[in-house]
């Protein structure tokens, strides 16, 4: 998988009006790394270093971080049906960034929608206390009541604000998209990849013990309220960060861990980095589809990952069911 996501960013980065071969383009990355010189013209060069590879990079560290925080999830709570958006994180980070947008403060919107994020996670964690105490039912609750409210608030200011033109920038952004990617953005997704998430995929032992409920994690020696609250921090802040570049993109966090636990199992161990290179590789590809298939038109690739992901996870729920 790791062979397959270098190549695939390699002949995504190819792909496009500009006709640039496969090996060309790889010439080029290769000669900005200080091997060789690049084969392409300046503005060939330009076009893969400057438009396509920052925008390929960002795809796969986003695509990485929300199936590796899918996986936590799932994991945290014991429900098949978690998501990195479980504790209302996308609707926070929507409310921040739909708010900038129509300020005209794009700038801004990759701090917006993180500092949106951690308000819905800290309102959501504040909501489940309040309700009895922060066990896992409580908590998921209390994120879809978060979810609901940060939802209505955005379609509230979007109607009361939005004018023109600011209406297809918004609703671009709400579906998840990728266009426009500079290097600033693939190093937030990749920053925030390699700063919790890599933490994460050590923790994959904690996760195992929590298979069996909040008992047996115990009896293995797991201090479980710290354990799990740390692990639902440290998820929220990698959602976070690759929702603030990237808007909400559904359907990974939820889809691929299931779809490689039918080829590795249960064993975290094999589950989060098989999630998050498999993650990877389908939303560069699927972002791909989004530029190129209806060119000069580009869709959100959140239209693409739902219009793929809804039927996979159907099927994948029909394994379940049928015991395989």
């Not at 925030?192 to 998430?197: C, E, H, N, R």
């Amino acid at each position: 998988m790791a062979a397959v996501l270098v190549l695939s960013i390699t002949a995504a980065a190819a792909v496009g009006p500009a006709d640039i071969s496969v090996a060309d383009a790889f010439g080029s990355m290769l000669s900005h790394l200080g091997i060789g010189t690049s084969p392409l013209s300046a503005l060939q060069d330009g076009i893969i270093w400057e438009l396509r590879l920052p925008r390929v990079l960002t795809a796969a560290a986003v695509g990485a971080g929300l199936a590796v925080s899918g996986a936590v999830m799932q994991a945290l709570t014991r429900n098949a049906l978690a998501d990195p958006y479980l504790l209302g994180l996308s609707s926070g980070a929507s409310l921040g960034a739909v708010c900038v947008l129509l300020l005209g403060l794009q700038l801004l919107l990759p701090l917006a929608a993180f500092i949106g994020a951690l308000a819905a996670l800290a309102a959501t964690l504040l909501l489940a206390r309040l309700a009895g105490g922060l066990t896992p039912s409580r908590t998921v609750l209390a994120g879809v009541a978060v979810s609901s409210l940060g939802s209505s608030l955005t379609s509230l200011v979007i109607f009361w604000t939005a004018t023109g033109d600011s209406y297809r920038n918004i609703l671009g952004w709400l579906l998840g998209s990728l266009s426009g990617t500079q290097w600033s953005s693939a190093g937030i997704a990749a920053g925030a990849l390699l700063a919790v998430g890599i933490p994460l995929l050590a923790a994959a032992r904690l996760l195992d013990g929590f298979a069996f409920g909040d008992d047996a994690a115990s009896a293995l020696g797991i201090h479980v309220p710290a354990a799990r609250w740390t692990l639902l921090a440290a998820t929220a802040l990698l959602t976070g960060a690759m929702v603030s570049v990237s808007g909400a993109i559904g359907f990974i966090g939820l889809v691929f861990p299931h779809l490689v636990r039918l080829v590795a199992g249960p064993g975290h161990r094999a589950l989060l980095p098989l999630s998050a290179l498999l993650g990877a590789v389908f939303l560069i590809w699927a972002d791909t589809a989004a530029r190129f298939v209806f060119e000069p038109r580009e869709l959100p690739v959140g239209v693409v990952t739902a219009v793929i992901g809804a039927p996979v996870f159907a099927w994948v729920l029909a394994r379940r069911k049928g015991g395989a």
